[in-house]
């Protein structure tokens, strides 16, 4: 038996009793004639304690050797510490120690396992295992499985079944790229990983299974822009003979669930906007409704004088900042310049300063009359002290822009506190959305995403305007889940697929199966996908999905620890009757 | 809203009430002048009734039309049937339907979703998603989603953590087959698909995770035999500080958990019989002890006199067959052919018929006479009335040979209840496993299981002797589950690696990111891993695991219904800088 107690558990309660523990050697002070080392293991820290006088002299000099990181097994007696430390849960108690096994011996780490580290990201990537002991990954991975457990329970005791779905599937070049993997029993074919289980879902509800879900690994071959994975996680969920109503309702309480019992956090019934509200209001789909700033839209009182840059502008929009009339001339240059980075792309910024007399001073005074600018005022509700900024542009890169302004303001404010939570459904997404580059329309969720009842028609003749029963759950900024209605008839289907671009052919060879299944009884049904990594960073209260991730990849895609990928031995490739382009 | 109550749950104390139920149609009964029409969804049947005194013309008329397999809407009011139905938990009641909506017609399905339907197996593996609205694959879906449960609910509550580990990770040649995936962003390099998490678990244990578990599918490229899967789904657990006395515990208790909550079946402290003695007794290192007929060795008395056979033979072994003596020789003479068949492969088969009277009446009377055979009966343990059958020739080719025959008789027997659950601990296996093809030894768990203590030695001198810390857990006749104490120091390891045919360079390229972490502090571990398609299946009292999986993969490793795997087209080769050899 290697212990008797964990590093985390002993207390006042247990002193004299001889325990066994063992751990990791957290550090050590040595007194020359008393060793003090802290001993670690996943759940805490104990303090073992060596000297001359009780402590036989050999053990006191092999204590004294003991190097960080060290796995020892320690026996000894709980006794009462001279000077307490409350901080500790331990801290009342030490081991006097009379047994001392090296378990293990270690180097020294590349960086020092404390929770601030003096490691950076590349190498405690590369030893992730030694990142792992630190106190904020380890509790991150913790708080993971913690967030699964309680969705697992949640669902189950809601008459949830989870169905594993397969692994190895189908290639459907729609959409984004899939990850495929040569079939050696098949040359010359391959499979495909899943994107995500949808079309398997569905063919479940087909198949009667009514309600299921399913926390499944999902792929994704795509550039990776900062913290997206190749490999993610999805809470994959499905119901038969629902509405949407239905299905806002049980996600709802299922967040619900998780913020009370994961953030001990009680939320009211969860807003719900509409898709055209959250662009017009928020700049974007995802709107962080933990603080104001809305959006107002000024065309109409600032394309009535001669500033060309508004007039030639198709949205004129604002926000007011808190507090900005305090901001320097210098401060607002630089935030001018801030929306001028490529990364934001807004030609430039005009402003108004409220000031506390109720007077205005703008940019644009050469155009604007205080009148004008008290309007201004009034449609972003900025108040005597705020700043109004204002950006000009085509509607879609304006609103772009100023919510990403917004954002900003809002963490410099110290607006976006992560211990509120302020989840949101936004409704009523469109059904397809327009491809700027190709001029091609597709699938804003989906293809397997219904319109709007009655709005089939609109397809042939203003197709960006049919909307769909497609929604999304927003948690503080953050999209944390989406899905939608799907279509459950044949005909609609394959109207959907022509209208994507898709020939009969194409349509009855990537997804036959699915249609086929429609015609043997399909029922209505609908469902939602939840991300299951950033759901548990957002609960977490941070945002970097990688530190959720026991193993996560780097921007290249490769793991850094076990240097993947990497090159396969010819047989390997012959086998899969593969070879590599050299060109 | 689609429906007020499922199928299933209609009772007298509804009666009544005005419901509106959702599901398929079942089947109808159509007197002309009454139509009965059972709805099923995923949890019952509930029969409804449409008449021409009680029901409009034009909905009667409708209701006549309804074909099997579509999907209804009806509202209507709970009434007392006429003639009850007490086999059904709905058969007090009917539906008094006044509202009818099709909501989506069906095709006469391929076959008839019936307990017992007429689909022959392509046919249902074509559509599955029909075959899922079956009782007996619906409900084997269900059991498996509560196993995993009971499993996580387990687990969770004896402090394990849930750590979700890569899905795309490096191939390494050594063992079973890997599946590739090419990189595209690393043109020229491939991820593998884990066959298990087996290194990233043990660098968890590294990394302080104590006790980690996963259900995770795992993925093996080999060619199928019979019942297995390419894609396969493990309960992959490790534990550090710990010896393999904890882990036999605490996996014995969560099957003890598993047989009580899903089976309702209680079992005592699980037996635990060394390797060799499963070996020795039933020719097998996962015996069905739900039944006797060890195996009894008779070299030292059937080899004293004149029969070549047996004394050219390495082993000569029998078992007690219960009752045989009533086989008639026509009977026996085909279970001579029984053995002979190719898959069993015995060139023949001895017997002895133990006689009501005491005498034996045997196959090779010119050589044995009533003594020798009254030691045979002793040695296998038969009584009067029994059947003595005896195999002879190599030890191992003999003892696979009878272990196939003993099982085959017992199914003939009944002596293998499904319902009885007789768990097993195998203990102390071989550490390597010659390969008589190749007459290299290689790992007979992995190459990460570790010897038993003071054994390490013997590796040169006699590797097939070495004995491991490695454990399997049988139950019914089937290994559900297998572990060992890992090797944690990097010389071990080294060791180890050397012994399989590895070079120093191989292994560090292959295993360099493990032995590194083995420098960096691992504490002693080990874990288990159960198959959950197997574990389910035997559960459930059956012993196919393809009819507990939603989407299994036939023996080609093709899924038939999605058509998978199929052909890429160019374009994706080119991307992932691929060539199909043509040759």
């Known amino acids: 038996m290697y212990r008797s107690h964990n590093c985390g558990e002993l207390n006042a309660g247990h002193i004299n009793k001889e325990v066994t523990l063992s751990g990791w050697v957290q550090k ?43 796995v020892i097994q320690v026996k000894g007696k709980v006794i009462e510490r001279a000077s307490k430390n409350p901080n500790m849960p331990t801290g009342e108690i030490e081991i006097l120690v009379s047994e001392l096994t090296i378990l293990n011996k270690a180097l020294v780490p590349p960086f020092t396992i404390e929770d601030e580290t003096d490691g950076g990201e590349d190498v405690r990537m590369k030893y992730r295992y030694l990142d792992i002991r630190r106190n904020p990954v380890k509790n991150n991975l913790i708080f993971r499985s913690k967030v699964s457990m309680e969705v697992r329970n949640f669902l189950s005791g809601n008459g949830f079944i989870e169905v594993e779905t397969p692994y190895l599937i189908k290639s459907t070049p729609e959409g984004a790229r899939d990850f495929v993997v040569p079939s050696r029993m098949n040359g010359g074919q391959f499979y495909a990983l899943p994107q995500s289980p949808q079309t398997f879902k569905q063919l479940l509800m087909v198949g009667g299974m009514d309600k299921y879900f399913q926390i499944v690994k999902c792929f994704r071959d795509e550039d990776l822009r900062a913290d997206r994975q190749p490999e993610f996680t999805q809470i994959d969920c499905e119901m038969a003979f629902v509405e949407q109503e239905d299905i806002l309702n049980i996600f709802e309480d299922l967040t619900r669930h ?16 509409l898709y055209d509200d959250a662009m017009r209001l928020y ?24 500033f060309k840059v508004f007039n030639d502008a198709e949205l004129v929009v604002g926000i007011a900042v808190p507090g900005g009339n305090a901001y320097t001339r210098k401060e607002i240059d630089k935030l001018i310049d801030w929306v001028k980075r490529p990364q934001v792309g807004a030609l430039g910024m005009i402003y108004s300063r409220c000031n506390d007399d109720g007077s205005f001073k703008s940019s644009v005074d050469k155009f604007y009359d205080q009148d004008d600018l008290a309007k201004w005022a009034e ?25 990403a302004l917004r954002m900003e303001l809002a963490t410099r404010l110290g607006l976006r506190d992560p211990k509120v939570f302020a989840p949101l459904w936004v409704i009523d997404f469109p059904l397809l959305e327009l491809d700027e580059e190709t001029g091609h329309y597709h699938a804003m969720h989906h293809p397997f995403t219904s319109p709007k009842p009655g709005q089939l028609e609109l397809l042939d003749t203003d197709p960006g305007a049919v909307k769909a029963n497609a929604y999304d759950l927003v948690l503080n900024g953050n999209e944390i889940g989406g899905g939608s209605i799907r279509i459950h008839d044949k005909e609609t289907q394959a109207t959907m697929f022509k209208h994507l671009g898709f020939t009969p052919e194409e349509a009855k060879e990537q997804f036959g199966f699915l249609m086929d299944a429609f015609q043997y009884g399909a029922p209505p049904h609908g469902g939602l996908a939840f991300g299951l990594d950033r759901l548990v960073s957002i609960l977490g209260g941070q945002e970097t999905i990688r530190d959720f991730i026991a193993f996560p990849k780097n921007n290249s895609g490769r793991d850094v620890m076990i240097d993947a990928p990497a090159q396969l031995g010819q047989e390997q490739l012959d086998e899969l009757k593969l070879q590599l382009k050299t060109k």
Chains 1, 2 share one sequence.
């Open 28 to 70: 050590s002070r040595d007194k020359g004639f008393i060793v003090w080392v802290d001993i670690r293991d996943r759940y805490g820290i104990t303090q073992l304690v060596f000297d001359e006088e009780r402590t036989s002299k050999e053990m006191l000099e092999r204590a004294q050797k003991l190097g960080r990181e060290f």
């Open 258 to 273: 998780l913020l009370k019992n994961v953030n001990g956090v009680e939320v009211d019934k969860f807003p719900r906007m």
């Open 283 to 306: 700049g974007n789909d995802k709107p962080d409704i933990r603080f104001g700033m809305e959006f107002g839209e000024l065309n109409d009182i600032t394309q009535h004088k001669d």
């Open 379 to 403: 449609r972003t509700g900025a108040k005597s002290g705020d700043l109004v900024c204002v950006l000009s542009g085509s509607t879609n890169k304006v609103r772009a822009q100023l919510s």
